[in-house]
């Protein structure tokens, strides 16, 4: 049982290059603390000290985004995809 979580070509390089992760299903919070212990470098470029998403990055959980980052008792199930996503603009 896991959870997908892809990653954004910008922090592939702290976790040894892969384009994804997996993760135990479970609330965001958990999630959250997962990936920290895991991932400290990846955790310190996308969560700031509370645990939350940093402001430049967006969620998205089976292509829906998650409207208020900040939610972390969403539950994510089983075999659900999380996206972390970085907006980009441009000309």
């Not at 959250?32 to 998403?53: Q, V």
């Not at 939610?71 to 603009?89: R, T």
């Amino acid at each position: 049982m896991s959870v997908t979580v892809k990653i954004p070509h910008i922090f592939w390089q702290l976790i040894d290059g892969k384009k994804e992760i997996s993760v135990k299903p479970g609330l965001l919070e958990d999630i959250f603390k997962e990936i920290k212990e895991t991932y400290s470098e990846l955790s310190n470029a996308i969560l700031d000290e509370n645990n939350h998403t940093k402001g430049s990055i967006m969620l998205f959980l089976d292509k829906k985004l998650i409207s208020d980052p900040k939610k972390i008792d969403l539950y994510v199930k089983d075999n659900q995809i999380l996206s972390l996503i970085i907006p980009m603009s441009g000309g």
